[in-house]
């Protein structure tokens, strides 16, 4: 429930903990002719997934009220550990998260290690498909996916609802990897026993596709722990990738890491989109 926003407090928050937060912290290049401590306004926008302007009118203490969702996307552009994620809520005008809405807060120590995996590319999800956190590998690879919006970042969602992002894969695959997001989401929802959040990404997921609502239907039920993948990608071409997944031990985030087979180029040439990717960051 939203209560009054301390707009001052707020703004002077946020540019100190930005201040806190080098650009090696969250694995961007320093740069030339960076005249203050920590990282640019524009910076903590795009890792955020919000537009500038936005953000520097909350540094300004004159913008519109924070939803939860994009607190909880600038708590992880800023590195916040939980007291100060909380604190952030509360100078906006809304309560703590609390319940299966904490799991989707990513602990600091997860995300130094997500950085200083230079030419790796990795991405921490939650157990319904929401992407939490990327280093810079997955950005230039993937895409960057960690917005603010409900649905937006959820990558069960975008596979079913948006055709767009079916083509960085291969058409003869797409089978494969439907099956694979539901079983995956299956699991999750029997998991969680059908709590507020699973049952609306379903019930959403079963109005916007046929598709979903027919294997929803079949009842499959795998965990993803493992699978070999492959992105076209337009600026390096098709590259296969091993995925390993890693779970937390409470079963609501995991750690995805996407491998280069041995015996391939694949290593090289993500080494070069890492490169290209951090520049047209950069530039942004």
Known sequence: MATTIDRRELADFLRRRRERVTPKDVGLPAGPRRRTPGLRREEVAQLAGMSADYYIRLEQARGPQPSPPMLAALAR???????????????????????????????????????????????????????????????????????????????????????????????????????????DLRAAYGRRGGDPASTRLVQRLRAASEEFAGLWAEHEVAVRRHSRMRVQHPLIGPVDLDCQVLLAPEGEQRLVFLTPPPGTDTADRLALLTVVGTEQFDAV
Request: hydrophobic share 45%; with cysteine; glycine share 8%.
């Open 77 to 183: 552009a800023l590195r916040l550990d939980a007291d100060e994620r909380d604190h952030l809520h509360l100078l906006a005008g809304h309560r703590p998260p609390a319940g299966a809405v904490a799991g989707e807060h990513v602990a600091p120590g997860l995300l130094h290690l997500l950085d200083q995996l230079p030419t790796t590319p990795a991405q921490v999800l939650s157990d319904l498909g929401d992407v939490l956190a990327q280093n810079a590998p997955a950005r230039a690879l993937l895409g960057g996916v960690c917005t603010v919006s409900e649905h937006g970042r959820n990558v069960v969602w975008r596979w079913f609802a948006d055709p767009a992002a079916r083509t960085a894969y291969p058409a003869e695959e797409h089978a494969y990897y439907s099956r694979l997001h539901v079983a």
